[in-house]
């Protein structure tokens, strides 16, 4: 049996980004609704429709690769 490939984990960056987006979360889906936002040292560094657009602008403006882009959801839409 393979030994199984350790995935690598998140930067502290990225963590502390993450946890930025969960405590401002409300202020983010009043401006930025039913959009992709990627975060970068507690800033939106870049919004958009679609997932990938807004990692590849937020990596080449914050030029650092491990960013978390979450999607911003206002409430209205039904999954």
Do not use: C
Not at 9 to 20: F, G, V
């Amino acid at each position: 049996m393979k030994p199984r490939a350790k995935l690598p984990l998140p930067s502290k960056q990225y963590t502390r980004d993450s946890q930025w987006i969960i405590r401002n979360f409300r202020r983010l889906s009043s401006e930025y609704p039913n959009k992709w936002i990627a975060v970068h040292k507690g800033r939106v560094v870049a919004v958009g429709d679609d997932s990938g657009s807004v990692k590849l602008l937020a990596q080449q403006r914050a030029r650092f690769l491990d960013i978390p882009v979450e999607f911003v959801d206002d409430g209205t839409i039904i999954f």
